[in-house]
């Protein structure tokens, strides 16, 4: 499967080497992963093919080198480099510049990239929209890991839909994140009658996600609320911190602290208090893997839009009906594609 990247960060270095370390190990048992064969592609079946950043330090070098260039601060694992190892090239760093955005979309149409991931730091949603029209320009299928809008500008989904190519976004949601977990806990609160007085998340981490959320977290913290609405109808009374605090020497680590107040049987006080520690940026490529593999399939397919497989997958996905209707069709359908080893 031909992927090509935007954005060479954590969450790449994660994927990246997380795809090597699997090809190390016997394909029936993978630690980690869902789906080892979703839609017939195998997690190691990822050949990376064009690579776009703009940091002096990473465009020009191979993938294995730049996946490692400063502030990317995941672990190095002792895996082998990657089979497929493209120089990264300058990617768009004017998103007014069009003649900017058609090279990004030769370079697609070159590679034969099936899917272009979308994985640049949030809080640039003119670059989102202007990577997003590259795609949709070079006709490659679209996963988009952040909460800026690429899937959810109307005009560009509905192109991307009328021209079959799949949108698979926005923001997606991780592996075992403080979305859902917070909101697996609020909807057993919900479920059982206790009523909810007070509920907050904060996120604290040290990589450069982290950083740059602490000045851009205003799309991410919508998103986080759309998130814990997939799983209970109100969330006014909970309030989410999507980056507390840069704390330098977790690096990758990323540590939730979640808590929940509520009133049960006559009024006496319910609270828990959860914590939740993880490597931030294996979070994510737990779950790239999934959406990379769910929009190849639908671009095989000649299925435009959104596929319904990634709904309980990203925080933000695209409406097809009500959240309380997708999400089943969702879980079905992606238990389908998994199913499906042809
Ligand atoms: P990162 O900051 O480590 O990487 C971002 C990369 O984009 C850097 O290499 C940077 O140089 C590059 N970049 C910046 N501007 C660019 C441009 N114009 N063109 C091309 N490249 C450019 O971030 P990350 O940890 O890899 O996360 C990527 C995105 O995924 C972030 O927006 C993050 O909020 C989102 N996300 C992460 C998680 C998670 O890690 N668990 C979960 C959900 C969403
Ligand atoms: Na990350």
Known sequence: MKLAIAGV?????????????????????????????????????IETVAVFDLAPN???????????????????????????????????????????????????????????????????PELAAAYGRAAVDAGVAVVNCTPDPIA?????FAEAREKNIPMVGDDLQSHIGS??????????????????????QLNIGGNADFKNLREHGGNKEASKHRALRQKVGNTDSVTVIPSAGFVAHL???????????GRGWAGMPVRLEI???VQDSS?????????????????RRGEGGFPV?????????????????????????????AADHA
């Open 275 to 277: 914590s939740l520690q």
């Open 58 to 124: 990473k465009v020009g070098k191979k993938l294995s080198d730049a996946m490692f260039a400063e502030p990317n601060n995941y672990p190095k694992l002792e895996t082998p480099g990657p089979a497929s190892d493209p120089e990264v090239t300058f990617g768009i760093a004017d998103p007014t510049d069009r003649s900017q955005i058609d090279a990004v979309a030769q370079v697609l149409r070159d590679s034969g990239a099936e899917v272009f991931l979308y994985s640049l730091p949030t809080g640039l």
């Open 179 to 200: 979305s859902i977990v917070h909101g697996t806990v609020l909807s057993l609160l919900e479920e059982r009658g206790i009523t909810l007085t007070g509920s907050y």
């Open 152 to 156: 959810g500008l109307p005009a560009l």
């Open 309 to 337: 497989a990634a709904t309980q997958l990203l925080k933000s996905p695209q409406m097809l009906t009500e959240w309380h209707e997708q999400v089943p069709s969702g879980r079905a359908a992606l238990s389908a594609l």
């Open 9 to 45: 960060g954590n969450n790449i270095s994660a994927l990246i080497q997380g795809i090597a370390y699997y090809g190390m190990l016997d394909a029936e048992a993978l630690p980690g992963v869902a789906r080892p064969v979703l839609g017939g592609i195998a997690v190691t079946d």
């Open 283 to 299: 979070n994510a490529a737990g779950v790239i893997i999934d959406l990379i593999r769910i929009a190849a399939i639908a671009a």
């Open 251 to 261: 690096h990758d680590r990323k540590i939730a602290h979640m808590s929940v107040e």
